[in-house]
């Protein structure tokens, strides 16, 4: 794993405030985070990286087992106004350390930013993505428990309960 520790001091460098390599048997995929997408969110069904069109919780389940370790990435202290340009600054932070890492030699890495994709104003569903060298599934639209998943490797995530409250946005790199 100390040869992959450079991808920690790289996703800091890039803006990242917490960064740990983690095994991917600490990743909590659940069915019911689907659902949340589903009833909660106004991305489900408008974007190419959100459900239906992204893995299932099953899917995702049986594809982290082809992967033993992942870069777990934390942008802390977001103001609510900021939530869009957040979201496409991490999006594009997960796209270059996937590249970086791809590029290292580990062939298999992909990321996984969180929330819907904001790459676009309107995503065209009909049509095939117009970033998709950018554009990866948020952890929540594959079933993955972000708040379970951070906590057990402690990072901390609270419940965002007023749009004006501070929030913070994970993401990962699935690395093999």
Partial sequence: MSDMARYVNAALSK?????????????????WVRLKCQYGCGGYGTHLTC????PTPEYTERMLREYSKALLMQISGIESYKERTMSKKLRRIVALLERDIF???????????????????TCNT?????????????????????????????????????????CSYNALVLIE
């Fill in 51 to 54: 459900p239906p069109f992204s």
């Fill in 103 to 121: 590029l290292d030699g580990y062939y298999k890495a992909f990321g996984m930013a969180s929330g819907p994709c904001r790459l676009c104003r």
């Fill in 15 to 31: 803006g990242i405030t917490k960064a740990k390599l983690i095994d991917t048997k600490t990743i909590v995929v659940r069915n």
């Fill in 126 to 166: 009909k049509e095939e993505c117009v970033y998709p060298e950018q554009a990866r599934p948020s952890m929540e639209a594959c079933g993955i428990d972000v708040f379970g998943t951070v906590r057990n490797n402690g990072f901390v995530l609270e419940v965002v309960k007023t749009e004006d409250a501070c």
